[in-house]
């Protein structure tokens, strides 16, 4: 055995750990997935997608890179005149498209625009305390990041912020939980029950179950809810996954509410007026396109809950990160400068606002040709920040599967596009979650797929 492997060169045994290596990966591309819905699954396929894409600004020279950003310029800051991508020429190499996760993508090219207007020089011994601000509510929230939350507030005009409380946090997966904790109370003789009307946002379902918590428990769809006890209801508007508008739906004595706004911004949907409720949570992720700076901010009436809030961060990750705040508070102050001033990237929120535009008439159009699909229909309303009256175009689109298709993910997934089933938003195998927000090249090849379903 050992004057056999001696035969065996290092290029062997890299050409034998790349193929095991591959075997592997399309097993897990292709895996039948569990009942419960895991992490692992929501990301699966994003890494590759991520280094192909770092791989091809790597290998691309500094000069074809921008020729490439300038003819995307023109296309990118005036989309009624560009001409709409032709699917039929796009090539469709087989390989798996994961539409499951919500990643913004999308907004790379704007942000390649913007340059060195949103770098951020951060000097070695800068932010190294744990305090940020110790008069503050909220000692770890950076002063600047504060002041542009609100500045963007007051120009988009989405929600109050006089009298308000903001506590800030790794993202609003942190701020929910944080805002569960403000609201409950340790000693009570049973968990308060946590509800959301269906379809409802799955992550939801997945962190009270992860936490185990003894403050409080999922009930789920408010229509399995008649108690008359306390409880918890969780507002998304507009809506993750389906994309309306929502409203409390128990409006019972004792109930506590958290509106999640992470998509009332004006390319998603009409500025109708302010929010004002007691927790309201905003993140960069879906304002921006930034996820991964992991940077949230609630907006809080109530002092007490705000300290709660504040509290919960301090024992679970002893604040927040100061480098992502300042960062985030640049690229908050780009999109505040590109709304009020003639900004050579173009207004944020209108270039965002025509880019999901094209992405939804081109499914729409894909829909009403295959005839295998619907989507939702959305009422328009003014908008108070455009001055002009559309409908909206949410970050995700809700998709039914018709006819003898009953199960619309693994439908997809045979045509190596992933997607999220209804089912873990409490509703139908026929329904799935798309992701509007990813990259181009994966958008409008998912679109040339679905095309060819007629067929």
């Not at 744990?130 to 005009?157: G, M, Q, T």
């Not at 108070?384 to 003898?404: D, I, M, R």
């Amino acid at each position: 055995m050992g004057k056999g492997l001696e035969k065996w060169s290092v290029r062997h045994l890299l050409m034998v750990s790349v193929a095991l290596n591959v075997w592997l990966v399309l097993k897990l591309m292709y895996y039948e997935r569990l009942d419960n819905f895991t992490t692992e699954q929501i990301f699966h396929g994003f890494c590759a997608e991520e280094k192909k894409a770092h791989k091809q600004m790597s290998l691309t020279t500094s000069s074809s890179m921008a020729v490439a950003v300038a003819e995307k310029a023109v296309n990118f800051f005036n989309p009624s005149s560009a001409s709409p991508t032709n699917i039929n020429h796009i090539d469709d190499d087989g390989r798996v498209i994961n539409l499951d996760h919500g990643d913004p993508t999308m907004y790379e090219s704007y942000w390649q625009q913007a340059g060195d207007k949103t770098t951020v020089l951060i000097p070695g011994w800068q932010s190294m305390s744990y305090f940020s601000d110790v008069k503050n509510l909220c000692w770890f929230l950076e002063p600047e990041f504060a002041k542009e939350v609100i500045r963007l507030h007051k120009i988009v005009r989405n929600a109050v912020t006089e009298n308000r409380y903001i506590v800030v946090g790794t993202g609003s997966t942190q701020l929910f939980q944080a805002a569960l904790y403000a609201l409950t109370s340790p000693g009570g003789t049973q968990p308060i029950s946590v509800v959301s009307a269906t379809p409802y946002y799955s992550f939801y379902r997945q962190v009270v179950e992860y936490m185990k918590s003894g403050l409080y428990k999922w009930v789920g769809d408010v229509s399995n809810f008649d108690k008359d006890e306390p409880y918890i209801e969780l507002i998304t508007s507009p809506n993750n996954p389906d994309g309306f508008t929502r409203h409390p739906i128990v409006n019972r004595s004792g109930g506590m509410l958290i509106h999640d706004f992470a998509y009332y911004w004006p390319q998603y949907t009409p500025i109708t007026s302010p929010a004002d409720h007691d927790i309201m949570l905003f993140t960069v992720s879906k304002s921006t396109g930034h996820a991964g700076m992991r940077i949230g901010w609630a907006l809080v009436k109530d002092e007490e809950v705000a300290k709660r809030m504040t509290k919960f961060i301090e024992l679970n990750s002893i604040g927040v990160s100061k480098d992502s705040q300042l960062r985030a508070a640049k690229i908050l102050q780009a999109v505040s400068d590109s709304c009020e001033h003639n900004s050579d990237t173009g207004n944020f929120f209108e270039i965002s606002y025509n880019h999901i535009a094209r992405r939804w008439k081109q499914l729409r159009k894909a829909v009403e040709e295959t005839g295998m699909f619907s989507t939702p229909e959305f009422p328009t309303a003014f908008c108070k920040y455009t001055n002009q009256t559309f409908s909206t175009q949410p970050a995700f689109a809700w998709l039914k599967c018709e006819e003898h298709i009953e199960d619309c993910e693994g439908f997809l997934r045979s045509h190596n596009v992933l997607t999220r089933s209804g089912v873990h938003f409490g509703m139908s195998p026929k329904y799935v979650r798309i992701s509007m927000l990813d990259r181009d090249s994966n958008y409008d090849l998912f679109i040339k797929r679905l095309l060819a379903m007629r067929s």
